[in-house]
């Protein structure tokens, strides 16, 4: 079955850092990659999605993610970090259901 | 604000008590799914309904019962919870059934206790 791994558990940054977090997935073929958000005390969100097409997607709140397939990654990055960016963010793939990744806790210093 | 609700937001039951937990969605979604989220941890898949027919159920114990009644809504019944079940669970939506790709949307959750 598909798994997905997230490499970084917490990650403290300073606000305008650049941010850049990790997700590999275990095997190819066609899949769906995801990145989710959950802000302190709310519900997922969808940050960004990849389907199929440009491996460089863009997400809200300038989030981005590369889809890598050669290194089965989609890692998701930010130029300029804000304090309200602190939240848990989920990696995803679905193949026939949408597996999350345990998650990375971010934490922006204001 | 999510286009899933979920009700109650908060519930606390004894192990004895039988409660239920109701999600709905009106955006047309033909699947709608079940999550556990315990503290720190990412959703655990529960179950699945693709077009009201239950078709993934993660080797979820009986004392947890699904039904969909209908493409708009999705129940979770409970009875005989043990403590370990406290956890916020998770009601999520997407446009097609499972296989097909699309994201999930989702509720904010019920927290539930269980003492």
């Known amino acids: 079955a598909q798994s997905v791994s997230q490499h970084n558990h917490h990650v403290i940054l300073s606000e305008a850092a650049s941010l850049e977090l990790g997700c590999n997935y275990s095997?190819?073929?066609?899949?769906?990659l995801f990145w989710y958000v959950q802000y302190p005390g709310q519900h997922l969100q969808l940050l960004l999605k990849?389907?199929?097409?440009?491996?460089l997607v863009k997400g809200i709140k300038g989030f981005e993610a590369e889809f890598i397939k050669s290194k089965f990654s989609f890692n998701l990055r930010k130029p300029s970090v804000q304090w309200s960016d602190t939240a848990e963010y989920f990696c995803a793939v679905r193949d026939d259901k949408i597996i999350f990744g345990k998650g990375t806790r971010l934490h922006i210093l204001p | 604000d999510t286009e899933v609700t979920q009700t109650p937001k908060h519930l606390v039951m004894g192990m004895t008590n039988k409660k239920s937990l109701k999600c709905e969605q009106h955006m047309g979604h033909r699947a709608m799914y079940w999550y556990k989220q315990k503290a720190k941890k990412p959703p655990e898949l529960m179950f699945v309904?693709?077009?009201?027919?239950?078709?993934i159920n993660e080797s979820v114990p009986s004392r947890f019962s699904p039904e969909c009644p209908n493409s708009s809504l999705l129940n979770l019944h409970l009875h005989a919870l043990q403590p370990e079940d406290s956890a916020l669970y998770l009601c999520a939506s997407s446009q097609s059934g499972t296989g097909s790709p699309g994201e999930l949307f989702f509720g904010e959750g019920s927290r539930l206790t269980v003492l």
């Open positions: 095997y190819g073929g066609t899949v769906n």
């Open positions: 309904y693709s077009y009201e027919k239950l078709s």
């Open positions: 990849y389907f199929s097409g440009d491996p």
